[in-house]
């Protein structure tokens, strides 16, 4: 092998090996921001809805769709099924995303933090 094929080699070790903590730290940091939604959600497997819908297993799950919760009418005639890019326009701003549904929260600014906390609910639901 080369010097230059080496670091190459070296290189994408490296780079594949931060990757992962990388997603570590995603995860954790997506905690810290959930603190926020734990107000009115859980994350429970088989958890009782609060205020809002229990978010256990909510990616890839039809929209109005968890048993006990009352759905606004938006929500229930949306047709959404929740996977990384409508929850992620969702949290952006819930309201503008879909006019007339009963989440209050007003979103989250910055692209990291949704990416962070989709990251933690998946995680969660596992």
Known sequence: MNYRNFLATLFG??????????????????????????????????????????????????????????YSKAMKESGLVWDEATLTAYLTKPKEFLPGNKMPFPGLKKPEQIENVIAYIIEKSK
Do not use: Q
């Open 13 to 70: 070790v490296t780079f594949l090996m931060s990757a992962g903590s990388a997603l570590a730290a995603d995860v954790d940091a997506g905690k810290k921001i959930f603190r926020k939604c734990k107000a009115c959600h859980t994350l429970k497997a088989g958890g009782k809805s609060a205020i809002g819908p229990n978010l256990h297993g909510v990616v890839g799950r039809n929209a109005a769709t968890v048993d006990g919760f009352k």
